[in-house]
Nanobody, 121 residues
Framework: QVQLVESGGGLVQPGGSLRLSCAAS????????MGWYRQAPGKQRELIAT???????NSADSVKGRFTISRDNAKNTVYLQMNSLKPEDTAVYYC???????????????WGQGTQVTVSS
């Protein structure tokens, strides 16, 4: 079994900051790409940022310059530092990881349970 557990969401005022964490646990041989997605009410889930095992990152234009993705491979954890938050950033944030559970198996995609981020005054 593999689990992704997110933490760090909450209510923040516009212009504020939050840091999300997502820790993977269970039977893990190797973690490949990790990423963050979000889904606002009535909208499709959208990709926010990704990071490879080597640390290369990509992010959506809507969060460039405000959000930073990072990871700690020793802790099997990915982070999302969110600064200058706006009301339109309000959504449920999900982490995703491509994980191989054995040396012979290919990677499969796993999702966290989601954490609510609300930006409001």
């Amino acid at each position: 079994q593999v689990q992704l557990v997110e933490s760090g969401g909450g209510l923040v005022q516009p212009g504020g900051s939050l840091r999300l964490s997502c820790a993977a646990s269970g039977t893990i041989f190797r973690i490949y790409n990790m990423g963050w997605y979000r889904q606002a009410p009535g909208k499709q889930r959208e990709l926010i940022a990704t990071i490879t095992s080597g640390g290369s990152t990509n992010s959506a234009d809507s969060v460039k310059g405000r959000f930073t993705i990072s990871r700690d491979n020793a802790k099997n954890t990915v982070y999302l530092q969110m600064n200058s938050l706006k009301p339109e950033d309000t959504a449920v944030y999900y982490c995703n990881a491509q994980i191989a559970r054995t040396v012979v198996g290919g990677p499969l995609g796993y999702w966290g349970q989601g954490t609510q981020v609300t930006v409001s005054s």
